[in-house]
């Protein structure tokens, strides 16, 4: 009975292990950069291209922001 403990307790620490490797390592994209970046993409791979991303417009400040 402990040896198939044993070992459901570490497949699941082997998978958890596992999930938590997954992505990339950087900075994240907002959404403008990620649009912008699938344009990109998509004329190097000569596909169809994403309709143009707007700018985003620029942050108000409010008068809680020192605070966070």
């Known amino acids: 009975m402990t040896a198939s ?3 459901v307790t570490l497949t699941l620490l082997a998978a958890v292990v ?3 490797a997954c992505g990339r390592k950087s900075g994240l994209d907002t959404p403008y950069e990620a649009a912008v970046q699938a344009r ?6 000569k596909q169809p291209v994403p309709p143009e991303p ?4 620029e942050d108000k400040k409010f008068i809680l922001d020192p605070l966070i």
């Open 5 to 7: 403990r044993i070992l």
């Open 18 to 20: 596992a999930v938590t």
């Open 40 to 45: 990109k993409d998509a004329q190097k791979a």
């Open 54 to 57: 707007e700018k985003p417009v």
